[in-house]
Protein backbone atom coordinates (compact mmCIF):
# COMPACT_ATOMS: atom_id res chain seq x y z
CA UNK A 1 0.00 0.00 0.00
CA UNK A 2 1.26 3.15 -0.84
CA UNK A 3 0.04 6.58 -0.15
CA UNK A 4 1.20 10.00 1.93
CA UNK A 5 0.95 10.10 5.61
CA UNK A 6 -2.19 11.29 6.00
CA UNK A 7 -3.65 8.22 3.65
CA UNK A 8 -1.99 5.75 5.47
CA UNK A 9 -3.72 7.20 8.86
CA UNK A 10 -7.01 7.24 7.48
CA UNK A 11 -6.91 3.88 6.10
CA UNK A 12 -5.05 1.89 9.39
CA UNK A 13 -8.44 4.04 11.10
CA UNK A 14 -10.62 2.15 8.77
CA UNK A 15 -9.42 -1.02 9.34
CA UNK A 16 -9.67 -0.48 12.90
CA UNK A 17 -13.27 0.50 12.65
CA UNK A 18 -13.84 -2.54 10.16
CA UNK A 19 -11.82 -5.34 12.41
CA UNK A 20 -12.35 -4.55 15.92
CA UNK A 21 -15.48 -5.61 18.13
CA UNK A 22 -18.00 -3.14 19.48
CA UNK A 23 -18.92 0.40 20.19
CA UNK A 24 -18.61 2.78 22.72
CA UNK A 25 -16.07 5.34 24.67
CA UNK A 26 -13.03 5.24 25.84
CA UNK A 27 -13.34 4.87 30.00
CA UNK A 28 -9.74 6.48 30.47
CA UNK A 29 -11.27 9.66 28.55
CA UNK A 30 -9.21 11.97 31.21
CA UNK A 31 -6.17 10.71 29.08
CA UNK A 32 -7.26 9.99 26.05
CA UNK A 33 -8.75 12.98 24.89
CA UNK A 34 -6.38 15.22 26.91
CA UNK A 35 -3.34 13.18 27.86
CA UNK A 36 -1.29 13.90 24.50
CA UNK A 37 0.18 17.26 23.21
CA UNK A 38 -2.00 19.03 20.54
CA UNK A 39 -1.95 18.88 16.91
CA UNK A 40 1.18 21.61 17.27
CA UNK A 41 4.33 20.64 19.15
CA UNK A 42 4.05 21.71 22.57
CA UNK A 43 7.37 22.28 24.73
CA UNK A 44 8.50 19.04 26.88
CA UNK A 45 7.76 19.24 30.70
CA UNK A 46 7.31 16.66 33.33
CA UNK A 47 4.02 17.14 33.73
CA UNK A 48 3.40 16.60 29.68
CA UNK A 49 5.90 13.62 30.31
CA UNK A 50 3.13 12.12 32.69
CA UNK A 51 0.42 12.36 30.69
CA UNK A 52 2.02 11.07 27.12
CA UNK A 53 3.12 7.99 28.92
CA UNK A 54 -0.31 7.17 30.96
CA UNK A 55 -1.39 7.48 27.32
CA UNK A 56 0.95 4.89 26.22
CA UNK A 57 0.43 2.96 29.84
CA UNK A 58 -3.29 2.48 28.62
CA UNK A 59 -2.20 0.97 25.14
CA UNK A 60 -0.11 -1.66 26.87
CA UNK A 61 -2.21 -2.04 29.69
CA UNK A 62 -4.87 -2.97 26.70
CA UNK A 63 -2.07 -5.24 24.61
CA UNK A 64 -1.73 -7.32 27.61
CA UNK A 65 -5.18 -7.97 28.30
CA UNK A 66 -5.46 -8.64 24.26
CA UNK A 67 -2.73 -11.45 24.10
CA UNK A 68 -4.03 -12.96 27.65
CA UNK A 69 -7.53 -13.30 26.84
CA UNK A 70 -6.57 -14.60 22.97
CA UNK A 71 -4.16 -17.30 25.06
CA UNK A 72 -6.93 -18.27 27.45
CA UNK A 73 -9.26 -18.53 25.26
CA UNK A 74 -7.62 -21.39 23.65
CA UNK A 75 -8.61 -20.18 19.87
CA UNK A 76 -4.93 -19.61 18.96
CA UNK A 77 -2.56 -22.70 17.27
CA UNK A 78 1.01 -22.74 16.05
CA UNK A 79 3.01 -19.16 15.36
CA UNK A 80 -0.19 -17.33 16.13
CA UNK A 81 -0.16 -19.01 19.73
CA UNK A 82 3.77 -18.32 19.86
CA UNK A 83 3.45 -14.87 19.02
CA UNK A 84 0.42 -14.30 21.29
CA UNK A 85 2.48 -15.63 24.72
CA UNK A 86 5.69 -13.97 23.83
CA UNK A 87 3.97 -10.36 23.09
CA UNK A 88 1.61 -10.90 25.88
CA UNK A 89 5.01 -10.77 28.20
CA UNK A 90 6.39 -8.33 26.65
CA UNK A 91 3.17 -5.99 26.91
CA UNK A 92 3.14 -7.24 30.81
CA UNK A 93 6.83 -5.93 30.92
CA UNK A 94 6.19 -2.96 29.41
CA UNK A 95 3.00 -2.18 31.92
CA UNK A 96 5.43 -3.03 35.01
CA UNK A 97 8.32 -0.80 33.04
CA UNK A 98 5.99 2.73 32.26
CA UNK A 99 4.44 2.15 35.88
CA UNK A 100 7.82 2.18 37.54
CA UNK A 101 8.69 5.55 35.48
CA UNK A 102 5.34 6.82 36.09
CA UNK A 103 5.39 6.10 40.05
CA UNK A 104 2.77 7.34 42.18
CA UNK A 105 1.68 9.52 38.82
CA UNK A 106 0.86 5.63 37.04
CA UNK A 107 -3.04 5.58 36.50
CA UNK A 108 -4.62 1.98 36.94
CA UNK A 109 -6.02 0.04 34.26
CA UNK A 110 -9.63 0.36 33.20
CA UNK A 111 -11.96 -2.13 32.79
CA UNK A 112 -11.95 -4.17 29.11
CA UNK A 113 -14.84 -5.69 26.49
CA UNK A 114 -12.58 -7.28 23.71
CA UNK A 115 -15.30 -9.09 22.28
CA UNK A 116 -15.08 -11.90 19.74
CA UNK A 117 -11.51 -10.29 18.58
CA UNK A 118 -9.84 -12.72 20.79
CA UNK A 119 -11.83 -15.54 19.88
CA UNK A 120 -10.35 -17.05 16.59
CA UNK A 121 -7.19 -16.87 14.68
CA UNK A 122 -8.28 -14.74 11.54
CA UNK A 123 -10.30 -11.94 14.10
CA UNK A 124 -6.96 -12.32 16.29
CA UNK A 125 -4.27 -12.01 13.79
CA UNK A 126 -6.13 -9.03 12.11
CA UNK A 127 -6.67 -7.10 15.76
CA UNK A 128 -3.05 -7.82 16.64
CA UNK A 129 -2.21 -6.04 13.57
CA UNK A 130 -4.06 -2.69 13.99
CA UNK A 131 -3.16 -2.66 17.41
CA UNK A 132 0.42 -2.87 17.13
CA UNK A 133 0.90 -0.22 14.03
CA UNK A 134 -1.39 1.91 16.35
CA UNK A 135 1.18 1.50 19.48
CA UNK A 136 3.93 2.39 16.95
CA UNK A 137 2.44 4.92 15.18
CA UNK A 138 1.41 6.60 18.46
CA UNK A 139 4.14 5.88 20.10
CA UNK A 140 6.37 7.56 17.34
CA UNK A 141 3.93 10.40 17.33
CA UNK A 142 4.47 12.42 20.42
CA UNK A 143 8.61 11.79 20.48
CA UNK A 144 9.15 14.97 20.39
CA UNK A 145 6.71 15.86 23.18
CA UNK A 146 8.55 14.23 25.40
CA UNK A 147 11.35 15.23 28.01
CA UNK A 148 15.14 13.59 27.03
CA UNK A 149 14.51 11.28 30.30
CA UNK A 150 11.36 10.27 29.21
CA UNK A 151 11.65 9.53 25.49
CA UNK A 152 14.74 7.51 26.56
CA UNK A 153 11.74 5.21 28.20
CA UNK A 154 9.12 5.34 25.22
CA UNK A 155 11.82 4.65 22.92
CA UNK A 156 12.99 1.05 24.84
CA UNK A 157 9.12 -0.02 23.79
CA UNK A 158 8.69 1.10 20.52
CA UNK A 159 11.83 -0.63 19.04
CA UNK A 160 9.81 -3.67 20.59
CA UNK A 161 5.87 -2.70 19.22
CA UNK A 162 7.50 -2.66 15.95
CA UNK A 163 9.40 -5.80 16.10
CA UNK A 164 5.64 -7.29 17.08
CA UNK A 165 4.13 -5.49 14.16
CA UNK A 166 6.23 -6.85 11.70
CA UNK A 167 6.28 -10.61 13.21
CA UNK A 168 2.01 -10.69 13.26
CA UNK A 169 2.65 -9.53 9.26
CA UNK A 170 4.36 -12.05 8.58
CA UNK A 171 2.20 -14.88 9.96
CA UNK A 172 -0.86 -13.50 8.60
CA UNK A 173 0.36 -12.45 5.40
CA UNK A 174 1.29 -9.04 5.27
CA UNK A 175 4.41 -7.46 4.25
CA UNK A 176 6.65 -6.84 7.60
CA UNK A 177 7.88 -3.47 6.79
CA UNK A 178 5.34 -2.14 3.72
CA UNK A 179 6.77 1.72 4.45
CA UNK A 180 10.20 3.65 3.94
CA UNK A 181 8.80 6.03 6.82
CA UNK A 182 5.90 5.29 9.57
CA UNK A 183 3.21 7.66 10.20
CA UNK A 184 3.13 9.29 12.79
CA UNK A 185 -0.09 9.55 14.50
CA UNK A 186 -1.13 13.10 15.98
CA UNK A 187 -2.83 13.31 19.44
CA UNK A 188 -6.25 13.57 17.90
CA UNK A 189 -5.69 10.92 15.33
CA UNK A 190 -4.34 7.86 18.26
CA UNK A 191 -6.81 9.44 20.48
CA UNK A 192 -9.90 8.19 18.02
CA UNK A 193 -7.97 5.44 16.52
CA UNK A 194 -7.81 4.36 20.51
CA UNK A 195 -12.05 4.92 20.51
CA UNK A 196 -12.82 3.16 17.99
CA UNK A 197 -11.98 0.12 19.06
CA UNK A 198 -14.71 0.06 21.72
CA UNK A 199 -12.16 -2.45 23.82
CA UNK A 200 -12.13 0.11 26.89
CA UNK A 201 -15.65 -0.52 28.90
CA UNK A 202 -17.39 3.55 29.37
Not at 40 to 69: C, G, K, M, T, V
Not at 104 to 123: V, Y
Not at 146 to 152: E, N, V
Request: hydrophobic content about 45%.
Amino acid sequence: MRGTEADLATTRAQLIERVLVGGGALVAAGVVASGLAPESLSAPSPSQDARILNFALHLEYLQARFYAEAVDRGGLTGELLQFARVAGRHERAHVAYLRRVLGDAAQPAPAFDLGDATGDGDRFGRAAVTLEDLAVAAYNGQGTNLTRRALAAAAKIVSVEARHASWVRAIVGKPPAPHAQDPLWSAVKATAAVRRTGFVRA
